[in-house]
């Protein structure tokens, strides 16, 4: 079992820039996969990012890709969304997300636990 606390959302004017953070409750951490994933009103959850155990694979969407990092510190139990070059589509309640599995990672049914989600606003 583990527990996701996602912070770091927030309102930002297009072009700026936030940087998420989940922090993971217990022991195996460094264990899980972990994704970010988002969703906006009226619309279904989506995927935006997600990483290996180690952190040296990762998966983007191609709506953020060049524009967002997904890193992780397994010492700190934490994995980060870096959100740059903002668009106000990139508005949507934000969500990070754990698996013990390492495939599929795009898909939001491979994930068993979830954060409670955190607020991204991207005026115009």
């Known amino acids: 079992q583990v527990q996701l606390v996602e912070s770091g959302g927030g309102l930002v004017q297009a072009g700026g820039s936030l940087r998420l953070s989940c922090a993971a409750s217990?022991?195996?951490?460094?264990?899980?996969?972990m994704g970010w994933f988002r969703q906006a009103p009226g619309k279904e959850r989506e995927f935006v990012a997600a990483i290996g155990w180690t952190g040296g694979s990762t998966y983007y969407a191609d709506s953020v890709k060049g524009r967002f990092t997904i890193s992780r510190d397994n010492a700190k139990n934490t994995v980060y969304l870096q959100m740059n070059s903002l668009k106000p589509e990139d508005t949507a309640v934000y969500y990070c997300a754990a698996t013990l599995k390492l495939s599929a990672l795009r898909s939001r049914l491979t994930y068993d636990f979830w954060g409670q989600g955190t607020q991204v606003t991207v005026s115009s």
């Open positions: 217990g022991r195996t951490f460094s264990s899980y996969a």
